[in-house]
């Protein structure tokens, strides 16, 4: 079964700094691969996702990632965080089984 | 568009009791998903529908959890009798199909259950 990791349960940063959350996912062919944010009281929203071709997407919010087929990896960036960007982060694959997988969510807590 | 509608969005009731959700998905979308989502946790999907048909229900308990969307629109999910450990947030979602794929989903808002 694919499995999703993303290494920080919690990732503190001041207002204005730039972050990264990691995510890797389990070697699979063909797998798609997504961002999702979920602010308190909501579903998941998309925030970005990686199909096919150029391995640099971008999303909403000013937040962009990184597919990197050869260390399995899906990391998610934004060059300079707001107070409104806190939230629990996802990541998910879709295989080539049809099947989404969800990883354990990192917590963003941005600080003024 | 209309996102996934579902209601209600809170609950509160004592184990042993009944309990169901509705969810509504966006308007052609072939795929429904139910997730459970513990405090602290990703979703982990209960069950996920093509349609009317189930494609995967693997993690649905099912001993106490059913579902349903019998014309492959809106679908019920429902927890019969409940237990303590059933306190969560349920979320649904939908997605289309493109290529034999199936593209993002998009969620609602999700029910938060608290069994007492």
């Known amino acids: 079964a694919q499995s999703v990791t993303q290494l920080d349960s919690q990732v503190p940063v001041f207002e204005e700094a730039p972050v990264e959350l990691r995510c890797n996912y389990s070697?699979?062919?063909?797998?798609?691969l997504f961002w999702y944010v979920q602010y308190p009281n909501q579903g998941l929203q998309l925030l970005l996702k990686?199909?096919?071709?150029?391995?640099l997407v971008k999303g909403i919010n000013g937040f962009e990632a990184e597919f990197n087929k050869s260390q399995t990896s899906f990391h998610l960036r934004k060059p300079s965080v707001h107070i409104s960007d806190t939230a629990e982060y996802f990541c998910?694959?879709?295989?080539?089984?049809?099947?989404?997988?969800f990883g354990s969510g990192t917590k963003l807590n941005v600080k003024p | 568009e209309a996102g996934v509608a579902q209601s209600p969005r809170y609950k509160i009731i004592e184990k042993r009791q009944s309990v169901a959700f509705w969810c509504n998905p966006i308007?052609?979308?072939?795929?429904l998903y139910w997730y459970q989502q513990i405090l602290g946790q990703g979703p982990k999907l209960l069950i996920q529908?093509?349609?009317?048909?189930?494609?995967?229900d693997s993690q649905l308990p099912k001993d106490r959890f059913s579902a349903e969307r019998l014309k492959g629109v809106d679908s019920t999910l429902k927890i019969q009798p409940a237990k303590l450990e059933d306190s969560a947030v349920y979320l649904c979602?939908?997605?289309?199909?493109?290529?034999?794929?199936?593209?993002?989903?998009?969620f609602g808002d999700g029910t938060r259950l608290s069994i007492l």
């Open positions: 070697s699979s062919v063909s797998v798609y």
């Open positions: 529908f093509q349609n009317n048909g189930v494609v995967d």
């Open positions: 979602a939908s997605s289309s199909n493109r290529d034999g794929r199936n593209q993002p989903q998009h």
């Open positions: 990686y199909l096919s071709g150029s391995t």
């Open positions: 308007s052609g979308h072939a795929t």
């Open positions: 998910a694959v879709l295989n080539n089984f049809n099947k989404f997988y």
